[in-house]
């Protein structure tokens, strides 16, 4: 399995302008169980480096969000298991960069946490949440959505990305926008109508053929007193303890405020808890996002962002050596064991090798990866998990 | 990987009259490239228990013919790098059971130093050479095969065995039987009309319409001197050179006249040697073997050898709890590494995990996997093979 202490730090981006004030959050949760058993409870999928690039997901995503808020303004959230993996894979992270969660509650006490945080430390600055798991091609693109999107946010809105869609995916929710909003120095940012949750394949089509549905990329960028303020409105227990943590957050009685609060704390997405009624309300603006997205969320997808390892299609993830092929068009190998990995007349096969687990499927059926560790779960078989 | 070690020494049949004077000849030879990652140069295939019996196929072959011949009447010929481990798999085997070969001379060198040196030990015997790595179900009918087929061999005949072709198999040669001897005590015995080479499929089709044609098991049973005769006058210097080196046999001499004589000998198989010409000057003759027989020449073969573990008709030769299969009929998958091997949604796919390589491949491919042997080659990967 790929080492994530083998992972260099190489920050590859040219430095851009700096934007003032701005923030960005990592919320780095979930084992991504469709890429078992590269990716486990354990070793989660942020922690590989899934394209190739040398870089882990989490690093490619601080590379790319550290460029625009400073190494200084990063926070990432994640859970206690991954604290110590993420510092040793993010060394230039500040001090304090970290907050760590006792247990899983969901999106909206991650971004909530580290919300009022940022407010207790900086004041009422602007922030974007971005996830420790998505590739992202095109940085010039990127930049400017979140110029934009910071532009925007400056003037009261939460403001979501929405990438330009390039196939009907039902893997994926969409943003179905709506009116300019005709902001200043943010001419395309336009109000969001509604979000959906991910559609059927027709509905998929219909949406493409429209023009105006988007890939929402799980993206926030809004002033953390106007997050603070929609989540007080909509979940205001929720809020409260998030309240009493963030007032406890750097001073000594922080250990025990989070041990007697978090806990109780609601579990529910961001999209739920804020995103969707506020859009209902007006408040929810979408930049739309023209650059390379994925959440590499299976090993098909995950082979889209591979270059091909020869002239039939086939992507490797690891060391191209430990491969041989023969009459095998489209497979996806990732060998991670040190074995040597043969395929032998099967087109689109998936092979996923690891020390002490492996997977073999195909492309087609890259989604259904989370049945396998149901059933692993069924079984008792934790200890693969 | 099966360790040929862990195979313990069970010999299960009961036992049976041995048949007076009757000398086995195991020739062990051949790697078993279509059964490649399990079957490799230095742990053939008939080191492995292939069916789950707990018995390696040369452990089977042994039992089966110790119970005619008597232990001290096997005689297993094989290349010096096995010796070892045959000795270890059959401990009941004889002194001077193993005639190690230095380098591989194909069938007709190892059974005629066979015969050969049964002759300076024994006389005039009737031997037997069974392959190493064939699969033999129904002992009952073996033996009584076995025993019409000792019963001809005494008048005179080179007597091999037909097995009733259950299905027009593209896999194995041929035997057209000719006309009965009406040979006391070994009625079903008739002249061999001809030996063919693996036919096409509608060739083999047309073989079984006939009735007249049986699979050659590769099962020789004649008198010593019958059989060295037959050599001395198809094949003069490949005799004399045998000769050469049986009458060095058992004395001091042994080592120095095998480095001299063995390296010059022709390399051919008995079948071109011996049975095809002396059939047509009309000294061959078949015994019917209407017993089980496979020679295990791919995992599709073999897989028809193991119990189903599932109602889906999957298979698996090893531990049946380091498999998970969801969605997946009609699987063969050997688990040799310990590893837990998953399949998701893929029928008939053949899945072989050993510590070091990994084959992914399909049922319908399996006599293919020798293509994958000789890929790995080209490519210089000789420490997988």
Known sequence: ???????????????????DDFYAVIPAG???????????????????????????????????????????????????????????????????????????????????????????????????????????????????????????AREGWVVTVGISATRPSTAFGYIH?????NIERAPSVRAVASFTEKPDAATARTYLSTGEYRWNAGMFIARVTVLLDHLRNQRPALYQGLMEIADAWDTDQQDAVVAQVWPKLEKIAIDHAVAEPVAALGGVAVVPGNFGWDDVGDFNSLAALLPSDDSHGSKVLGDH??????????????????????????????????????????????QQVKDMVTELRDRGLDEYM
């Open 1 to 19: 399995m790929t080492s994530h202490a083998a992972i260099p730090d190489r920050p590859s981006h040219p430095p851009v302008t700096r934007i």
């Open 30 to 152: 979930g084992a991504g169980t469709r890429l078992w058993p590269l990716s486990r409870a354990g070793q989660p999928k942020f922690l590989h480096d899934l394209t190739g690039s040398g870089r882990s997901l989490i690093q490619a995503t601080f590379d790319r969000v550290a460029r625009l808020a400073d190494h200084d303004g990063v926070l990432v959230v994640t859970g206690e298991s991954h604290a110590s993996a993420i510092v040793d894979q993010l060394p230039t992270l500040s001090r304090g960069g970290v907050l760590t969660e006792p247990s899983p509650r969901d999106s909206m006490a991650a971004i909530g946490l580290a919300a009022a945080v940022l407010h207790r430390r900086h004041g009422d600055v602007v922030f974007g949440s971005f996830a420790a798991d998505h590739v992202i091609t095109d940085l010039t693109g990127f930049d400017a959505a979140i110029r934009e999107a910071v532009t925007a």
């Open 177 to 181: 926008a709506g009116e300019s909003l």
């Open 321 to 366: 050596t430990d491969v041989v092929r023969v009459g095998s068009a489209g497979s996806v190998i990732v060998p991670q064991s040190g074995r040597l990995v043969t395929v032998l007349g099967l087109d689109d096969v998936v092979v996923v090798d690891t020390p002490d687990a492996l997977l073999v499927t195909t492309r087609a059926r890259a």
